[in-house]
């Protein structure tokens, strides 16, 4: 089932939804880093796990059958709540706020604490994977040739420090449905990790571009997401 959603909602509703989720998605972040570092007593422990277990309950009573997916309103503004990486609505997102520019151009600075860790003190080198994905697609999503992950290629330099990071990508060519991108982490002292990749405009996507340009007479299709 597709998860590119259509929803008739107003740009302030977005916002008033903004408002009250991100908050929400904040909260169970400083969570999960307090359950990592607390040193409370046992009976402490018992008695968040009770609070935390009966907060979930109450969420649970009206849920979204499945994921978020990426919502659009008539506007063309789009709503990845639910992205492991920029998701406002998702306390596993760090999350980034990515600034874009229409040459293909991503970069975002961020904050990566203990809940990323992989080596002690270093971020797990799978997260670095997850954020360079998402950079250099957002990179190619900016310049107008948006695709899926086809192949994903990534260079540890050296350990890239838990705390403030930035991230960058930028396309470095197009060939037909194929962005190549290409992006890096860095601290405070340069790169930490290098990575290029190829993402491509699949089959049933240029179908499905094809069919709206159709019936939108050449307006283009939404590409912004938050
Ligand atoms: C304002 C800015 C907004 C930004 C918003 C955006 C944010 C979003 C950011 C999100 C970021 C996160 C993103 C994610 O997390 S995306 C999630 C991770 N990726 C996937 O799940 C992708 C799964 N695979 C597929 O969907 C398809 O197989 C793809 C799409 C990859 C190909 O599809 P399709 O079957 O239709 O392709 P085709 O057979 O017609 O081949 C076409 C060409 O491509 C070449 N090829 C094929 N496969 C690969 C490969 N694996 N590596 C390299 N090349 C490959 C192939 O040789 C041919 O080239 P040529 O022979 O013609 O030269």
Request: charged content about 25%.
């Given at each position: 089932?597709?998860?590119?959603?259509?929803?008739?909602?107003?740009s302030?509703?977005i916002?008033?939804?903004?408002?009250l989720?991100g908050?929400l998605?904040?909260?169970?972040?400083?969570?999960?880093?307090?359950?990592?570092?607390t040193?409370?007593?046992?009976a402490?422990?018992?008695?968040a796990?009770?609070?935390?277990?009966?907060?979930?309950?109450?969420?649970?009573?009206?849920?979204?059958?499945?994921?978020?997916?990426v919502?659009?309103?008539?506007a063309?503004?789009?709503?990845?709540?639910?992205?492991?990486?920029?998701g406002?609505?998702n306390?596993?997102?760090?999350?980034l706020?990515?600034?874009?520019?229409s040459?293909?151009?991503?970069?975002?600075?961020f904050h990566?604490?203990?809940?990323?860790?992989g080596?002690?003190?270093?971020?797990?080198?799978?997260v670095?994977?997850?954020?360079?994905?998402?950079?250099?697609g957002?990179?190619?999503?900016a310049?107008g040739?948006?695709g899926?992950?086809?192949?994903?290629t990534l260079?540890?330099?050296?350990g890239t420090?838990?705390?403030?990071?930035?991230a960058?990508?930028?396309?470095?060519?197009?060939?037909?449905?194929?962005?190549?991108?290409?992006?890096?982490?860095?601290?405070?002292e340069?790169?930490?990790?290098?990575?290029?990749?190829?993402?491509?405009?699949?089959?049933w996507?240029?179908?499905?571009?094809?069919?709206?340009?159709?019936?939108?007479?050449?307006e283009?299709?939404?590409?912004?997401?938050?």
């Amino acid at each position: 089932m597709s998860r590119y959603v259509q929803e008739d909602v107003s740009s302030e509703e977005i916002e008033r939804q903004r408002a009250l989720y991100g908050p929400l998605a904040q909260s169970v972040r400083e969570l999960a880093d307090a359950v990592i570092r607390t040193e409370v007593d046992d009976a402490e422990i018992a008695a968040a796990r009770a609070g935390i277990e009966a907060i979930t309950e109450r969420l649970r009573e009206r849920q979204i059958a499945g994921s978020y997916g990426v919502r659009f309103n008539a506007a063309g503004e789009g709503r990845a709540w639910g992205n492991a990486v920029v998701g406002t609505r998702n306390p596993v997102a760090p999350p980034l706020k990515v600034h874009h520019d229409s040459s293909g151009r991503a970069w975002a600075e961020f904050h990566l604490g203990a809940a990323y860790e992989g080596p002690p003190g270093l971020v797990h080198g799978g997260v670095s994977a997850l954020i360079l994905d998402q950079m250099l697609g957002e990179a190619a999503g900016a310049g107008g040739k948006p695709g899926m992950t086809g192949t994903l290629t990534l260079r540890y330099r050296r350990g890239t420090p838990l705390g403030e990071l930035r991230a960058e990508a930028h396309i470095d060519r197009v060939e037909g449905v194929k962005t190549y991108a290409v992006g890096h982490v860095a601290d405070a002292e340069g790169v930490t990790v290098e990575a290029e990749g190829v993402f491509i405009l699949p089959k049933w996507a240029c179908r499905a571009l094809e069919k709206q340009a159709r019936e939108q007479q050449d307006e283009p299709p939404p590409t912004r997401f938050e």
